[in-house]
């Protein structure tokens, strides 16, 4: 869930006023854009769940949970996975599932040790389809050294739920001294992205609805925590974030916000490949909205920046790591992008869903 | 998931063969009976999600795991809520997922401190029925002491989910010297519950299907925290559960089984209210394995009974507590019933679902 703490309802930014999109009373029912993870999701946790739970939410039930336990600092995260179809170039939701809960926990800083895997089944789905997920949980969970300790499931009656959703819970230990908060980005904070963007989306979508792009986009999911751990070796990180739902636009408005700096992005700077250039135009996407599964995004001082980007690139999955912008003291809360011919542009939190069900 | 370690796939007693009634390769495709935490359950998670898991998973996938990270024992447990409707006579899903997982941590021994809440809903729901649902969350928390402190909310089209799936994973401290393992349980032990039985599975279904038995029957979803550390402090407990899906009859066979001792229980002394019992003969049902939300059983060794019984009494939630029966050399892994007609019957561990979606 986006943290929305600190932001007040609508900011001003060259005249133009930014109010949120689509208030809550004017939605009597869930619809798809609730769980974009963008402005209604953000929404419907402001203004439903944190009223609702009272004095016993914490933390603004962000994306994950620092919590202090007998003495030991200790990262909490979790996610359900809904993608649909389970299976899709790349990956699977099993795969899919493990991997952002482990990026979860090594964004907030953390070295994942253990998660949880609950799931609820539909009555039908084959068992052959299930076995083959769970594999690629398993493979998962080695490749990025937790493991799968408790677990519950459950079956609906078919016509009731769709095949397999799976949630991850993820438990992961904190060093002394990681301190990774989106309060800590300040004004002159260099914006890196570990690599190419927009993958994730456009591979899910391309397998989906019968679309085809010519080449096939296969899924970046992938467990981050060892680049996190060349970062964290190499400078004092200020902010992490998996750019997953509402891609990297969600995510860099999500931290200007909380931080209470703007942020401007070199448009010609950002990573897009050819094929996810393609299909978002033949789809009128924006690649900067479209989710990633394998990348993150981190803010560090100015002069950190050099050292921090080696770092990144030092790994086979940062390898194509690239400084994409600045924060700023003007506009807070407000991303903008200079784009290729010179103008500049708001890059909005997305309102609601432009890809359902990717993740 | 019922812990499946260290169990023959068949024991024999008086003669009877038993065999796991429903062997994975005979069901290609998920039935409901996979969910009902009986021998279905146990089918799936030790021939398809451990094989499939491989070398990351640990703990044989319990209802809870006890971690050590950073010197700290922690208790982790997860669960996924399906009950249908999601408010019944005495409770909402909310509720119901909030005391859940503060029970699985209560009954692992542990502190209860910090939940996950991760929501599926359906397009359409109504936003005032997930409010609902979250105030009963925020006040079950409230009650039990724990912090909602991370979460996620995904949105799937309508007619491929069910209104609201809630999946609650939790954290609590394991004080030293606590040690809750089916495996110390013995042969002498005693059997006790902590109060009357088959409450929750018949006020949710009591509102479904059109079914009404004339006295309402209100769900007994409680937390039990405060029993259990009521009954820690007293003696040294070997073995605690709450007897969930599958009613008493699968959590004392699960013990059963991984203790390698056999249980009789004395039918008579079993706490079934009237109205539970009316609506079981109505139904065909065994109140044995009718779902409890807000109930405990603990093993004990003998010379400890009379304390711990002492102890559960001393609690508004523990008042009706009773021995039911005791741990025996003879039949390890069977569990057995006087009946009151002075007889035996064996009380095996259901096959599937008595009464599917109940939590």
């Given amino acids: 869930m986006p943290d929305r703490t600190g932001q007040p309802a609508a900011v001003t930014i060259d005249g133009d006023g930014w109010v949120c999109p689509v208030p809550l009373r004017d939605a009597p029912n869930i619809v798809m854009g609730h769980g974009s993870g963008g402005a209604m999701s953000g929404e419907l946790i402001e203004h439903l769940f944190l009223p609702a739970f009272g004095a016993a939410a914490a933390n603004g039930l962000?994306?994950?949970?620092?919590v202090d336990i007998g003495g030991s600092r200790l990262a909490?995260?979790?996610?359900?996975?809904?993608?649909?179809?389970?299976v899709f170039p790349g990956g699977t939701i099993g795969d899919l599932a493990v991997n952002g809960t482990v990026n979860d926990l090594a964004v907030a800083g953390a070295h994942p040790r253990v998660l949880s895997t609950a799931f609820i089944l539909e009555e039908g789905t084959p068992l052959a389809e299930i076995a083959h997920v769970a594999e690629a949980m398993g493979a998962a969970a080695r490749a990025a050294g937790v493991h799968l300790v408790t677990g519950d499931t459950k079956v609906v009656d078919a016509g009731h739920g769709d095949g397999i959703f799976v949630n991850t819970t993820g438990l992961g230990s904190l060093a002394p001294g990681v301190d990774i908060r989106p309060q800590r980005v300040r004004p002159g904070d260099v914006v890196l992205i570990s690599g190419e963007i927009g993958v994730h989306g456009i591979a899910v979508l391309s397998c989906r609805e019968g679309l085809e792009f010519g080449t096939t986009v296969h899924s970046d999911t992938a467990p981050l925590h060892e680049v996190t751990?060349?970062?964290l070796a190499t400078c004092d990180v200020h902010m992490m974030r998996d750019p997953t739902r509402g891609g990297v636009?969600?995510?860099?408005?999500?931290?200007?916000?909380?931080?209470?700096?703007?942020?401007?992005l070199e448009e010609n700077t950002l990573p897009v490949p050819a094929a996810v250039s393609d299909a978002c135009g033949l789809l009128g996407l924006d690649p900067l909205y479209v989710a990633n599964e394998g990348k993150l995004v981190a803010f560090v001082a100015p002069g950190d920046a050099d050292r921090a980007l080696a770092a990144l690139r030092s790994h086979p999955l940062g390898r194509q790591a690239v400084a994409v912008g600045e924060c700023v003291a003007e506009h807070p809360g407000v991303v903008a992008a200079r784009t290729g011919l010179g103008g500049t542009r708001i890059v909005d939190l997305p309102a609601s869903e432009q890809l359902p069900r990717i993740c």
């Fill in 229 to 231: 751990a060349a970062l």
């Fill in 62 to 66: 962000g994306d994950s949970a620092v």
């Fill in 249 to 264: 636009a969600a995510t860099v408005n999500e931290v200007a916000r909380a931080a209470n700096v703007g942020v401007r």
């Fill in 76 to 86: 909490f995260t979790t996610d359900s996975f809904v993608v649909k179809p389970t």
